[in-house]
């Protein structure tokens, strides 16, 4: 197992070094230093000033390879802006932003109390909420339960998230009042907030995970230890909760760890149209404000994380499963 | 029988045997749930704050910074208006705009005179200008830890030139000081040299800017620029206390674009990226007071209720940021916004077809304020652009087919107001007889144009070919798409073939710096109330990368501007500009296209509330009545506890029979 971690993480330098390329190809190859200068510096900015931000920000640099000499007169290949902004994220040194003229570094740990605030709960509570439900559609597997339940998970499925939260808010916010509309509350207060989001978030991903998780259930249950477990005279509850639920864990837990690096990213829309000052609302601010050394910190970062998602998915593989080794 | 379907027949009761720890721990977190989801029962999104007179706002996007040499954005205006006084201040009421000293004392002096300078060896007499502003005496900072003691100390002329320096610091990053380059006497030295160096000496001069004493102030301009009184009511030449610059930008603090020090009527209490902002009441804000005239109609509008009273009324302004619409619009219906803007989608529900509040609205006391923005929205033409740029029938041509009125009524609501030049009114020099001849939408006549153009049919009489032009938008957005695909089917009317482009922001950008673009749309936000502000944008020297996208070049229009931009408001004035909008109604570099109005709600316990188009130190001036607004929320903020119940019932009623019937059987 060790040498397979190695493997893999070894694996993940070129997967983010690419990834890290494609986003700063997307942001340089199309504008060029001045366009981004004259963006951060407002409507009407002077030529001088627009050279000096330029040569501040190391923008006056060749893009990869540097074939001139530097100030000691020696040839410093890598005194490029790819790579210069590379050293930055590699050492977990975060640049400044362009627009918030912020520490990105600092900008994150601000935004992702927020963010957990609602995709944590959110992520509990739909595997709560799941569960239980679809061992219920399970055990009504061919009545016209099981149809309902299916008929309403694939219409839950096919609404977009977007509807979820504009019909939702209007609803329960506005017709019913049982929650606010907008805001946020930084410490204990934030429940008050969080609630409809998180509700939202759950409801809608349900009609995927009953389904999904049905399916699953379903497949253990035909299994022969089950057939054998009843044979012996093992109760049906310890069957399922201590027999069916193990096994079927495994392709649970491939979605779930899989997707806890999501967590952290936070749910752009439902950040947006709720007030949650999380992770989704700066990078798509970011985005809009042309504010690069935010995204590529926030690419960075996330495609660590989504790497370090699919290591641990695949050691939580042999926890579950003795049949599973790496090598 | 398939033997797969064996276990699961046989399997019973999947819930019922959770025993003990598992199923406490669910009925635990149900119960929580269920209570939380009770307790949350009301819609109130703010904590009580009791005894407070609180204004409740909304902003529509975090502010970029709260560091007044770095501001750009409207959003961030709006915040620093509060905080940061300027020497002069938008008068409030009075229209059309005008500024009124706010901490100077008085109007400043003004001395013309002239310089000896060589110029290529040739000695010549230059016109300068001398301003002089003297400070009111009751000017302190708002209190700080940056001071010693916490205690906001008196305001010196001094603070004003440390204002001033930082728009030429490079580290800065100022967005301001286009406004001052070539301008102030010795800037751009001052400029060049801390370019140079990486970083700005503050204990250098600048050539003309001096101190007599603590409250006088004297700028020298490279030549007369009556404008300059506008550049000193923007919160760039806000007064900056070193002491917090530095105290704030020192290792290990949050920076000093997050901790505004000014002498505004409002310090910054909270500042929550992306969620909220908090101002309270100065303790330490000059003597100032609500005005006692305004522009007519406001007496009967109640605008002078206040007149004469000490300001400011407010604790505290909450501002939320909401960058969905929905959400601020259902919130100021709730009654947790005093103002609101009207979104499109609702605007026919709020508003009737006489552009009046429709009655669900009044009812609840909400009234409506309709305002002119100074704001001109049109499509530009690139003038290097060779098809485009030489032919000035085809460009009256295109502007001759295009339907303002039609894209008005069906995207705008019919509120804007057709432009026929670039002024919007409100602006000295707005012409409001000015009858654009190309802005008629006459395809007939735009035919003919075209036909003199050479492409008689919109196809080149030269080569036979249709014409086809580019037309390019900064964003990929369903409403810019939408809008666009209206601008191009007005000119494929003429037998015109139109491509669209879908730039990225930093394309568009980087077309328009370069100049490579036929035709565009855009709009101007004026930042102060000034024609300049406007007709620079089509002054040739400001050609690409300046802001002069068109690359409009006319040599009497050029000829008019620099002896416009030096002239107080007078007729003669008011005559040049005339003329210049002539010359750029007849050349057609833009399609003229609107002037927005403002549409704003109000509630009823908000007072002395008045839209401005370029935002100030507006903050100081409202007063809300609590007490008629907690009986609003309280009527508004019912929440309904029996649909729940309707809906489990139901759940139950379908459920139960199926559940029944299934496991009698199963038993069986």
Known sequence: MFYYIVRRILLAVPTVLGVCLFTFLLFNVFASPEAIARKQLGKNPTTVQVKAWITAHGMDKPMFFNQKAGKDGRIHPLDSRFWNQMKELILFQFPESDYLHENVGDLIKEKIVPSLTITVPAFLLSIIATLPL?????????????????????????????????????????????????????????????????????????????????????????ADYVRTAMAKGVSEGRILFKHVLKNAMIPILTTTVLSIPFLITGSLLLEMYFGIPGMGNLLLNAINNADFPIIRSLVYVYSLLYIAGSIVTDISYTLVDPRVTLE | ?????????????????????????????????????????????????????????????????LDPAQVSDTVSADILGQVYDALYQNAYLPRPYKVEPALAAAYPEKRI??????????????????????????????????????????????????????????????????????????IDAFFKRAAAAGKADYTQEIEGIKCPDDRTLKITLTEPYPEFIYVMSMPYTAPVAREAVEYYNAQGREGFSRHPVGTGAYRLKSWERQHRIVLEKSPTFRKDFYPTSGAPGDREKGLLDDAGKRLPFLDEVWFTIISAGQPGWLLFLQGYLDASGIPQEQFDKAITKNLELSDAFTKKGISLEISSNLETSYIAFNMRDPILGKNKYLRQALSLAYDSDLYNDIYLNGRAINAQGPLPPGI??????????????????????????????????????????????????????????????????????????????????ERSIRGTFQMSSSAWLADYPDPEDFLILLYGPNAPPGPNASAFSNAEYDRLFERMKVMEDSPERAAIIHRMVAIVVDECPWIFNFHSPSYVLRHSWDKNGKSHSISGNYAKYLRVEPQVREAYWKAEDKPNLRAPLYALSLLIVLLTPGMVITYTRRRR
């Not at chain 2, 046989?10 to 959770?18: A, H, V």
């Not at chain 2, 190309?438 to 080149?460: C, M, Q, T």
């Open chain 1, 134 to 222: 679809a061992l219920f559609v399970a055990y009504y597997r061919g009545t016209y339960l099981d149809r309902l339940a299916l008929f309403i998970c694939v219409i839950l499925m096919s609404i977009v998230i977007l509807n979820y939260i504009i019909v939702g808010q209007y609803l329960l916010a506005v017709v019913f009042k049982y929650f606010p509309i907008y805001g946020y509350e930084y410490g204990i207060g934030a429940w008050k907030f969080v609630l409809l989001p998180v509700i939202l978030a759950v409801a809608a991903g349900l009609g995927g995970g009953l389904r999904f998780y049905r399916t699953v259930m379903l497949n253990e249950v035909r």
């Open chain 2, 1 to 65: 029988m398939p033997v797969l379907e064996y276990p699961i027949d046989r399997l019973s009761m999947p819930i019922g045997p959770l025993t003990g720890g598992p199923k406490r721990l669910l009925l635990a977190l149900i119960g929580l749930f269920v209570m939380a989801l009770l307790s949350a029962c009301n819609n109130n999104p703010y904590r009580p704050e009791k005894g407070k007179m609180i204004g409740y706002a909304a902003l529509g996007e975090d502010p970029r910074t």
């Open chain 2, 113 to 186: 005179f002239f310089e000896e300078v060589t110029e290529k060896g040739v000695k010549k007499q230059v016109p300068r200008m001398e301003y002089t502003f003297r400070l009111k005496d009751d000017l302190y900072f708002q209190d700080d830890p940056c001071f010693p003691g916490g205690k906001g100390r008196r305001v010196k002329a001094s603070d004003i030139v440390y204002a001033i320096k930082r728009l030429a610091d490079p580290v800065v990053q100022s967005t301001g000081y286009w406004l001052v380059a070539g301008k102030i006497k010795g």
């Open chain 2, 428 to 509: 000295f020099g707005y012409d409001p007889s000015l009858k654009n001849p190309f802005k008629a939408h006459d395809l007939k006549k735009a035919r003919e144009l075209l036909a003199k153009a050479g492409y008689p049919g919109g196809v080149d009489a030269r080569t036979g070919k249709q014409l086809e032009l580019t037309y390019d938008i900064s964003s990929d957005s369903a409403q810019a798409r939408e809008a666009a695909a209206f601008d191009m089917r007005c000119f494929e009317q003429l037998g015109i073939g139109m491509k669209l482009r879908v730039n990225t922001f930093s394309q568009y950008l």
